[in-house]
């Protein structure tokens, strides 16, 4: 689900073009992993970071993805004169029965949102144990989740008038309310300080591993109702100096986020604490991710105290 936005689908591939330059120029920098490596790239979308990837000096990259999206590759690919470097597959990650095949790169550039609400990071998994060599490299090797407390009014009350205009008004409302959504905001939507929730080692990381609770505490930097809650990513690579965040600006035009919002509006004032807790499950037989938040809020304007079980899109 995604705001409604005249120019969402244009955003969103501004944003897709953003983030391959990004991982495109980091992928530059780090050629001495990338050369002569046989690569294989999961979730590749349309082909783009498997180009660039043959550009930092892969020998061949095996990208997969789903069959709309690999078909969409493949003819991006074929134009781009890359069809003899790279082979498009579509086909699930937990289908793949290739039998002796290992590789030197297991290359995951989207693995934020779609790694953590949309259960992937379980496939990721599974092509890791299946089909990276010993030795061999996740890029990026890191996954680093941060929350925050965030305003939005018009929307959450466009939804709250949805859901109110119903028969069965409660009901759907708690199904609205409780969805997550991507949506775009601005540097001054934001209410509290960001903190850490999640941090995944893309090498060492189990399905056991998706079964967590984590605490946070956020502080509000003004006196604002908070709404939802947002995430921020931020991808990992390791440098010989050390590790190297990949990111860039969470706060343009173009940049989406993973929002949930509240039941109600917590009016927060500046200096207050919000004590949350996360909890995330995995169930692998579906498989599917569940996420839990509750959230406990006490300030000289009132107190709040609720939260929301939200399933992954």
């Known amino acids: 689900m995604e705001h409604y936005d005249r120019e969402s689908a244009?955003?969103?591939?501004?944003?897709?073009?953003?983030?391959?330059?990004?991982?495109?120029?980091?992928?530059m920098e780090d050629s001495v992993i990338f050369r002569d490596a046989n690569v294989l790239n999961i979730f590749c979308g349309d082909g783009g970071i498997a180009m660039l990837a043959i550009k930092a000096g892969a020998?061949?990259?095996?990208?997969?993805?789903?069959?709309?999206?690999?078909?969409?590759?493949?003819?991006?690919?074929?134009?781009?004169?890359?069809?003899?470097?790279?082979?498009v597959f579509g086909v699930d990650v937990r289908n793949m029965q290739w039998s002796g095949f290992q590789f030197d790169i297991l290359l995951c550039a989207w693995m934020d949102d779609m790694g953590v609400f949309q259960g992937k990071l379980a496939?990721?998994?599974?092509?890791?144990?299946?089909?990276?060599?010993?030795?061999?490299?996740?890029?990026?090797?890191?996954?680093?989740?941060?929350?925050?407390?965030?305003?939005?009014?018009?929307?959450?009350?466009?939804?709250?008038?949805?859901?109110?205009?119903t028969t069965t008004t409660r009901h759907l409302q708690q199904i609205e309310m409780k969805r997550p959504v991507l949506g775009h905001l601005k540097l001054d939507h934001v209410v509290t300080s960001f903190r850490e929730i999640l941090l995944y080692d893309l090498t060492n990381i189990t399905l056991a591993d998706l079964n967590r609770d984590k605490s946070f505490t956020l502080m509000a930097g003004r006196d604002a109702p908070i709404h939802s809650l947002f995430t921020i990513f931020q991808s990992v690579v390791m440098r010989p100096t050390g590790p190297v965040c990949l990111t860039h600006s969470h706060f343009t035009p173009n940049h989406r986020h993973t929002i949930f919002y509240l039941d109600v509006q917590v009016n927060a004032c500046e200096g207050s604490i919000i004590i949350g807790k996360i909890t995330q499950r995995y169930n692998e037989r579906t498989p599917l991710q569940k996420l839990q938040f509750t959230i406990e809020y006490q300030g000289r304007n009132g107190s709040y105290s609720g939260g929301g079980i939200y399933h992954v899109r």
């Open 59 to 87: 020998r061949h990259v095996v990208a997969i993805d789903t069959l709309m999206n690999a078909n969409a590759a493949r003819r991006i690919v074929r134009r781009s004169g890359m069809s003899h470097r790279i082979t």
């Open 123 to 165: 496939d990721l998994i599974v092509a890791r144990d299946r089909f990276l060599r010993i030795g061999g490299i996740i890029y990026p090797y890191m996954l680093r989740v941060s929350i925050g407390g965030m305003e939005d009014s018009e929307y959450w009350e466009a939804t709250r008038k949805l859901t109110r205009a």
């Open 10 to 27: 244009l955003r969103a591939r501004r944003n897709q073009f953003i983030r391959e330059k990004m991982f495109g120029e980091a992928m």
